[in-house]
């Protein structure tokens, strides 16, 4: 079993930043990647960010420039920095983990419960 522990959401003002941190623990050999995707009210999820176990990274066009996904040396720990933000990134931000199977064919991906970003003045 996989357990992911989102934490650093809260309100902020437009224009102002946020580091989400989201630790992992179980069996998280054989990671593929591990990133953050967010739900906004009335909306499907969608992915915000990821990093591959090699260190790649994807963003959404939409927070390119604005958003950095890191994580730690033992890879067990990615953060999301996210500066200037917007009201539009009001969300709830799920972390994810997918790795892989025991038979390294199938992908099993795994969630966080979320963690809320309110952008408001």
């Known amino acids: 079993q996989v357990q992911l522990v989102e934490s650093g959401g809260g309100l902020v003002q437009p224009g102002g930043s946020l580091r989400l941190s989201c630790v992992a623990s179980?069996?998280?050999?054989?990671?593929?990647?591990m990133g953050w995707y967010r739900q906004a009210p009335g909306k499907a999820r969608e992915l915000v960010a990821t990093?591959?176990?090699?260190?790649?990274?994807n963003y959404a066009d939409s927070v390119k420039g604005r958003f950095t996904i890191s994580r730690d040396g033992a890879k067990t720990t990615v953060y999301l920095q996210m500066n200037s933000l917007k009201p539009e990134d009001t969300a709830v931000y799920y972390c994810?983990?997918?790795?892989?199977?025991?038979?390294?064919?199938?992908?099993?991906?795994?969630w966080g419960k979320g963690i809320l970003v309110t952008v408001s003045s």
């Open positions: 994810s983990l997918r790795k892989w199977a025991s038979d390294y064919v199938r992908l099993m991906d795994y």
């Open positions: 179980g069996t998280i050999f054989s990671i593929n990647a």
């Open positions: 990093i591959t176990g090699g260190g790649s990274t």
